[in-house]
């Protein structure tokens, strides 16, 4: 048995306690030799690979198998990467703690009581558990950047634009993206390197000459201007992680940065004008899961609305069900005004907002999460409360700016993950800044 | 009219084209009430300033033919005559 399948049947035993994974790939010796070689991944289940199931953990696509691969899936095939699996995440990516799954939650490797964070909780848990050496994840209002706090690990949401969303089973088409999730600052931006590449099968594509985020790690840090708005450590932040986050702003101020806060008042309505946009979205994007060309399908109904609704039924779960339909009110004729295009506007006015900022400040600092990560089933019944949880994270998507969460320490071994945002494509400056809090807490990278 | 604004599950249910069991129905009558009051946060928003909306421009790419995979993609329809997909009446 060579070294990687031993390792690979380890990795389906420690699977049981923690639940990283939905479905396991078949395990095959890559042809190609890249950067990656040697390394292995696990894919969060939203992303297309050609014959792997992918389920994006509902019963809707429990038995669907892509005829294609996602870009990045090609991009990461030809670096020489072994893809482990698919990772478990909330239906559809509609969550903020893997709990949403129809294939069970996702446990925190750090305490299995808990949650590993959403919805790409399976992909943290992968790699904090030591179940890969990498991650893919999506990012729609936090989902990459939260469960990488949850769970310890580096994960960055890439400028909308960057990286090809070819393959995404899509959610909130307008904010989100695909982004690696890694142990370490360095393997983060390795994997970005991989997967940034223009596509033109994804009309939101940015064509930018590429960038080696790995060769920008060391760049010196004195003089960087820190913006960090009060507004990220409102009521509801838990005054561990505030202190935390502090703490390693305070450090980073030692190494020269010039750190200010500041407020921005708009990003209190962040999270209505995102969940508004997002249920929008979601409520026309999912409408094509109608039981007649693929996934669920069930017998014989009388007529089209039977099969639509009777097929919606059984595939959805139920917070994937709530958000189509607060959607579709939002659309709907007498509310449109007041609420989706009401949210657009909020949304240009958060994005201007962000623009203003950026042409005084490098980085915006806050924590990723308001809370150390909650037990399982404990706010599951509350969707409100779970909404809550993405109230720093959301903004970022809503302006399309890249953000990044980085462990900056932990309470009674629970981690606290801090985020870095910048300007639309320069992620290089949040890499870097990660890599010097890295520094400054002795983790060493390869 | 109650002044507690909400949202009529079964209506939107029909819009969606879910079928809903009572139990999710009466869940979803009793916590849109308070969703739609956190949305209704956007109503303090003072948008009359004029505000700058996203720069949006087309993408267009070359008429050119690429390989297709409709064949692939047939072959995952659960229900077919020849290359059509087979579906129900629509009334």
């Given at each position: 048995?060579?070294?990687?399948?031993?390792?690979?049947?380890?990795?389906?035993?420690?699977?049981?306690?923690?639940?990283?994974?939905?479905?396991?790939?078949?395990?095959?010796?890559?042809?190609?030799?890249?950067?990656?070689?040697?390394?292995?991944?696990?894919?969060?289940d939203t992303i297309s690979t050609a014959?792997?199931?992918?389920?994006?953990?509902?019963?809707?696509?429990?038995?669907?198998?892509?005829?294609?691969?996602?870009?990045?899936?090609?991009?990461?095939?030809?670096?020489?990467?072994?893809?482990?699996?698919?990772?478990?995440?909330?239906?559809?990516?509609?969550?903020?703690?893997?709990?949403?799954?129809?294939?069970?939650?996702?446990?925190?490797?750090?305490?299995?009581?808990?949650?590993?964070?959403?919805?790409?909780?399976?992909?943290?848990?992968?790699?904090?558990?030591?179940?890969?050496?990498?991650?893919?994840?999506?990012?729609?209002?936090?989902?990459?950047?939260?469960?990488?706090?949850?769970?310890?690990?580096?994960?960055?949401?890439?400028?909308?634009?960057?990286?090809?969303?070819?393959?995404?089973?899509?959610?909130?088409?307008?904010?989100?993206?695909?982004?690696?999730?890694?142990?370490?600052?360095?393997?983060?931006?390795?994997?970005?390197?991989?997967?940034?590449?223009?596509?033109?099968?994804?009309?939101?594509?940015?064509?930018?000459?590429?960038?080696?985020?790995?060769?920008?790690?060391?760049?010196?840090?004195?003089?960087?201007?820190?913006?960090?708005?009060?507004?990220?450590?409102?009521?509801?932040?838990?005054?561990?992680?505030?202190?935390?986050?502090?703490?390693?702003?305070?450090?980073?101020?030692?190494?020269?940065?010039?750190?200010?806060?500041?407020?921005?008042?708009?990003?209190?309505?962040?999270?209505?004008?995102?969940?508004?946009?997002?249920?929008?979205?979601?409520?026309?994007?999912?409408?094509?899961?109608?039981?007649?060309?693929?996934?669920?399908?069930?017998?014989?109904?009388?007529?089209?609305?039977?099969?639509?609704?009777?097929?919606?039924?059984?595939?959805?779960?139920?917070?994937?069900?709530?958000?189509?339909?607060?959607?579709?009110?939002?659309?709907?004729?007498?509310?449109?005004?007041?609420?989706?295009?009401?949210?657009q506007k909020v949304r240009s006015l958060?994005?201007?907002?962000?623009?203003?900022?950026?042409?005084?400040?490098?980085?915006?600092?806050?924590?990723?999460?308001?809370?150390?990560?909650?037990?399982?089933?404990?706010?599951?019944?509350?969707?409100?409360?779970?909404?809550?949880?993405?109230?720093?994270?959301?903004?970022?998507?809503?302006?399309?700016?890249?953000?990044?969460?980085?462990?900056?320490?932990?309470?009674?071994?629970?981690?606290?993950?801090?985020?870095?945002?910048?300007?639309?494509?320069?992620?290089?400056?949040?890499?870097?800044?990660?890599?010097?809090?890295?520094?400054?807490?002795?983790?060493?990278?390869? | 009219?109650?002044?507690?604004?909400?949202?009529?599950?079964?209506?939107?249910?029909?819009?969606?084209?879910?079928?809903?069991?009572?139990?999710?129905?009466?869940?979803?009558?009793?916590?849109?009430?308070?969703?739609?009051?956190?949305?209704?946060?956007?109503?303090?928003?003072?948008?009359?300033?004029?505000?700058?909306?996203?720069?949006?421009?087309?993408?267009?790419?070359?008429?050119?033919?690429?390989?297709?995979?409709?064949?692939?993609?047939?072959?995952?329809?659960?229900?077919?005559?020849?290359?059509?997909?087979?579906?129900?009446?629509?009334?």
């Amino acid at each position: 048995m060579s070294i990687l399948a031993s390792r690979f049947e380890e990795i389906k035993e420690k699977n049981k306690s923690i639940n990283a994974y939905i479905t396991f790939s078949k395990l095959e010796d890559s042809n190609f030799d890249g950067r990656l070689s040697g390394k292995t991944i696990a894919i969060k289940d939203t992303i297309s690979t050609a014959g792997l199931r992918t389920t994006c953990a509902s019963k809707m696509l429990e038995n669907y198998i892509p005829p294609f691969d996602a870009h990045v899936i090609s991009l990461l095939k030809k670096q020489g990467v072994t893809i482990l699996g698919k990772a478990n995440c909330d239906e559809f990516a509609m969550g903020s703690s893997t709990e949403h799954s129809a294939y069970g939650a996702t446990h925190n490797p750090h305490d299995l009581e808990r949650v590993p964070g959403g919805s790409s909780g399976g992909s943290a848990a992968a790699v904090a558990g030591d179940l890969a050496d990498f991650a893919l994840g999506s990012d729609t209002g936090g989902s990459i950047r939260c469960p990488a706090s949850f769970c310890g690990i580096v994960g960055l949401k890439p400028t909308y634009g960057l990286v090809s969303r070819y393959g995404l089973i899509a959610y909130g088409n307008s904010l989100e993206q695909i982004g690696p999730m890694a142990k370490n600052v360095y393997d983060c931006a390795l994997l970005l390197e991989c997967i940034s590449d223009y596509d033109n099968r994804d009309a939101t594509c940015v064509n930018n000459k590429k960038i080696n985020y790995t060769k920008h790690l060391n760049d010196d840090i004195s003089g960087l201007k820190i913006a960090v708005p009060q507004e990220f450590f409102g009521r509801g932040t838990d005054p561990i992680v505030k202190k935390s986050v502090w703490d390693t702003i305070d450090k980073l101020e030692s190494e020269g940065a010039i750190v200010e806060e500041i407020n921005i008042e708009s990003i209190k309505y962040s999270l209505a004008a995102y969940y508004i946009i997002a249920m929008s979205e979601a409520s026309s994007n999912l409408a094509r899961f109608d039981g007649l060309r693929y996934g669920l399908h069930i017998g014989k109904s009388k007529d089209w609305n039977e099969l639509f609704s009777n097929n919606r039924k059984f595939g959805f779960g139920f917070e994937v069900k709530r958000r189509i339909m607060l959607g579709t009110f939002a659309l709907s004729s007498g509310y449109y005004d007041e609420y989706y295009i009401k949210a657009q506007k909020v949304r240009s006015l958060i994005t201007n907002d962000f623009k203003k900022i950026f042409s005084k400040f490098d980085v915006i600092v806050g924590p990723t999460m308001p809370t150390l990560p909650f037990k399982l089933g404990e706010k599951l019944t509350d969707p409100l409360s779970m909404y809550m949880s993405d109230i720093d994270t959301v903004s970022a998507n809503l302006a399309g700016i890249p953000s990044i969460s980085i462990p900056c320490g932990s309470s009674n071994s629970l981690p606290i993950g801090i985020q870095l945002m910048s300007s639309h494509f320069d992620e290089k400056t949040i890499l870097n800044l990660g890599n010097k809090i890295e520094q400054i807490r002795g983790i060493k990278n390869e | 009219m109650s002044n507690k604004k909400t949202i009529d599950a079964k209506k939107y249910s029909e819009l969606s084209k879910i079928e809903l069991s009572t139990k999710e129905m009466e869940i979803l009558n009793e916590q849109f009430p308070e969703i739609l009051k956190y949305f209704d946060l956007l109503s303090q928003v003072d948008i009359s300033e004029n505000i700058d909306t996203q720069t949006l421009s087309n993408v267009f790419r070359e008429d050119v033919s690429v390989d297709s995979i409709a064949d692939k993609i047939l072959d995952v329809v659960p229900e077919k005559k020849d290359r059509f997909v087979k579906g129900p009446r629509m009334m």
